[in-house]
């Protein structure tokens, strides 16, 4: 359980950072535009009953989850990719 507290106080301060390290490659936007689409995607992948079903699920609650961690493991990955990218940048002359 605390794991999760934690996961949600720092996937905002990840994403901030992730944004700061990328902000000078010069694929920044490209990059930003790319996953703003991805997340659509998921949100409409997972929102929507007719492409994922989740079965029984009376209060919603599992879909729910489903669309957080979707944000959480992105934003992660994100920041995983920015700090190997953002290592990259420094060391470029």
Do not use: C, Q
């Not at 934690?6 to 996937?11: D, K």
């Not at 694929?27 to 409409?44: A, D, R, S």
């Not at 929102?47 to 599992?62: A, M, Q, V």
């Amino acid at each position: 359980m605390i794991y999760l507290i934690w996961t949600i106080l720092l996937s905002p301060i990840l994403w901030l950072v992730s944004l700061v390290i990328l902000s000078k490659w010069r694929h920044f936007w490209k990059f930003f535009w790319i996953n703003v689409v991805i997340i659509l995607i998921y949100l409409i992948v997972l929102i929507n009953p007719e492409i994922s079903s989740f079965g029984h699920d009376e209060y919603g609650l599992k879909r729910f989850v489903h669309i957080i961690m979707a944000f959480f493991l992105h934003i992660i990955l994100g920041g995983i990719f920015a700090f190997y990218k953002g290592r990259g940048l420094n060391e470029s002359p």
